[in-house]
């Protein structure tokens, strides 16, 4: 307990450091308050947004956005990279579409979505899923195609059927790349949101960040960047409890 308290502790002093630094900074007049207002006023913006209900209204929509986003993406990618990883001739057929769309950023989607979807949630959720996408996808392909040959062997002069290879070889083996990618694709996912919130729906942090700018109240700008920021922290935080959870048999984890 007290190992993790000190854990804590390093967390904590860079970032408290950082605060010092600032709110000293803009204290003096070194900055001006609507370049840089002092945390104070960050705190302020964020304690009235609390208050009025719309930093929860806002954070739920954004969050609401990127879990269907995010769960869309994974529904589609995780099969199709599992049978891509496991399929040479599958691999050969799709891969070359798929690394010519892969390197096109979902903000580039952005007139189409609207144009197919109109304004609203839906635009919104499409760009995201294609944002989270792609790194689950390349993380499931590359994570089978990487599977010990020699456990894939082992299990098949053992009798293993394929439904047996997949569920006690092939997928657990892929684990780790897979929730890797997973990761990597909740990250994409909170990106694309804030853009697209600026553009296709009416609220969102997002949208509050853009009102804000509009309005130069640079306290809400960076108060919605921080709840952004926890909450990718958050779900973050989640996935790698999971990850820890569920892969306590890989030599990799600690």
């Known amino acids: 307990m007290a190992g993790r308290f000190l854990q804590l502790g390093y967390s904590l002093l860079l970032p408290l450091i950082v605060l010092l630094a600032w709110q000293w900074a803009a204290q003096a007049g070194w900055v001006s ?75 580039a989607y952005i007139p189409m979505a609207i144009v197919w979807f109109g304004i609203g949630n839906a635009p919104a959720i499409f760009l995201i899923t294609i944002g989270a996408f792609f790194p689950i996808l390349l993380s499931t392909t590359t994570g089978v195609q990487h599977v010990d040959k020699i456990h894939v062997l082992a299990a098949r002069n053992m009798g293993a059927g394929r439904y047996t290879l997949f569920w006690r070889i092939i997928l657990p083996a892929a684990s780790p790349a897979i929730l890797n990618g997973m990761r990597v694709g909740i990250g994409t996912a909170f990106i694309v949101v804030i853009v697209a919130e600026m553009i296709a729906v009416q609220n ?20 919605g960047m921080l709840i952004i920021g926890l909450l990718g922290l958050a779900i973050d935080t989640c996935l790698a409890v999971t990850s820890r959870v569920l892969l306590r048999w890989h030599r990799g984890l600690h």
């Not at 990618?77 to 690394?99: F, R």
């Not at 969102?204 to 108060?223: C, N, P, Q, V």
């Open 33 to 107: 308050a609507i370049v840089m207002p002092a945390p104070t006023s960050v705190a302020r913006a964020i304690g009235a947004s609390l208050r009025s209900g719309e930093l929860l209204q806002d954070a739920a929509a954004s969050l609401g956005r990127v879990l269907a986003g995010f769960a869309l993406g994974t529904a589609l990618a995780l099969p199709l990279g599992l049978l891509m990883g496991m399929s040479a001739l599958l691999h050969k057929i799709l891969n070359p579409v798929l690394q010519v769309l892969r390197p096109i950023p979902p903000i």
């Open 204 to 223: 969102g942090l997002g949208f509050r960040i853009l009102e804000a700018r509009e309005y130069m109240w640079s306290d809400k700008i960076i108060a």
